[in-house]
């Protein structure tokens, strides 16, 4: 394992997905992070956090980095939908419930991505 991925970029990543921005199948050519396009259509790189300018896609190289860090991905996305889940079940709260689902959901539809992705 190399460059760990640390609880602050997790938490960082997750931030993202709750203001909207979507993980997309590129990779940071820099540390090879998976990209998140905000909504504005800039690719961003939730571990440098830096914005990303990719001039060639889908190389062979850049694919083999991808699924390390699917899987990497994979495993953090999977451990916040229990967080969620857990936090959901504690709260009797509305908004808050309706926070959790939302974020929730778009834990759910990353996950879904990283998925299909690993298997193409
Ligand atoms: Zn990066």
Known sequence: MQSKTTDAQ????????????????????????PLFRLKDGTL???????????????????????????????????TKMQDLQAKIEKTDNVEEIEKLTA????VLNSLEKVKRMKKS
Do not use: F, H, Y
């Open 10 to 33: 997790i938490k960082r990543m997750a931030d993202l997905l709750r203001q909207g921005a979507a993980l997309t199948d590129l990779a940071c050519p820099a540390c090879g992070s």
């Open 44 to 78: 961003w790189c939730g571990k440098d956090e830096k914005k990303v300018i990719l001039i060639k896609e889908g190389e062979e190289e850049t694919k083999v980095t991808t699924n390390a860090t699917m899987d990497k991905l994979e495993a953090t996305l999977m």
């Open 103 to 106: 974020a929730l959901s778009e």
